[in-house]
């Protein structure tokens, strides 16, 4: 007995030693693929996957061709088409070409133009978005608050027509948000606690005031949004597409919930009751318009 309970101890012995040696091993290859490995972008030109090359299997290639929906809806079997770099930032149904076609029964006054406008069938695309060139992972949140690579977001012309008022500024590879506004240049952070004065009447903050849900109309590069986060309030965030270029990719990249949409003649989808508080800050609304908005 004695004899056999020896063999056993050893057998397990080394059967741990086998099992933390494997462990080991399974650590070492991760890391030195993760350290030496091949971190290059890829390009949508570089795409491709090809499946083994023995007798009797199919080669699938990602072209880069700019392809429509057909009906009825029909995968080519080279797979999805990959769209030109050009189209990189496309947004369904806000194809501004396709919009100025419809300008002529769009009501302009009322902004119609900036709703979602699809066209039909046969006219909207059907390959793959690419990202754009030099595409990084996203800078994580809390850091992405303030900070996003630039190479993913390359809209000078923003930072130029808004510098002034802090929304964004180019800093080196990266895009900065000092957390400025049209009506809070110098930081959303003081920008709310004044607006928390207001309705409290200097005794207390939004928090206190029973606001959870807010609707940012306008909301441009979503600063405002993200410094109500601390304070445990949500927003609801969004901006047309426009003169302004996409301000929602910004709000996107930075990792606040956002979406392109305009207040003109479609009711949003919301029920009554959904926010406590609406927020404009020079966002060229007329809410009193015929009584349109606010009745």
Known sequence: ?????????????????????????????????????N?????AS??????????????????????????????????????PLTYNEYIPC???????????????????ELERHCPPIEKRLFCLVPPPRDYKIPIR????????????????HLAEVKGGQNWVHEKDQLWWFPGGGTHFKHGA???IQRLGDMITNGTGDLC????????????????FSAFLLPLDIQTMSFAPKDGHENQIQFALERGIGAMISAIATKQMP????????VHCSRCRVDWHENGFFLS
Request: hydrophobic share 35%; net charge positive; glycine share 10%.
């Open 1 to 37: 007995m004695g004899g056999g309970n020896v063999v056993c101890s050893a057998f397990k012995f080394k059967s741990g030693k086998m099992i933390v040696v494997a462990l080991l091993l399974m650590v070492g290859c991760f890391y030195a693929g993760t350290l030496f490995g």
């Open 39 to 43: 971190n290059a972008p890829i390009y």
């Open 46 to 83: 570089q795409l491709s996957i090809s499946s083994s090359s023995s007798p009797g299997t199919s080669t699938f290639t990602n072209k880069v061709a700019l392809t429509y929906r057909k009906t009825p809806l029909l995968i080519p079997e080279t797979g999805m088409d990959v769209c």
């Open 94 to 112: 806000h194809d501004v070409s396709y919009v100025k076609t419809l300008l002529p029964n769009l009501d302009t006054s009322r902004k119609e």
């Open 141 to 156: 949140w809390p850091t992405s608050r303030d900070y996003v690579w630039r190479s993913n977001v390359n809209h000078t």
């Open 189 to 191: 952070a003081e920008y």
């Open 208 to 223: 206190s005031a029973g606001v959870t849900q807010i609707l940012d109309v306008g909301c441009g590069v979503a600063s």
């Open 270 to 277: 919301y029920p009554t009751g959904s926010f406590e508080m």
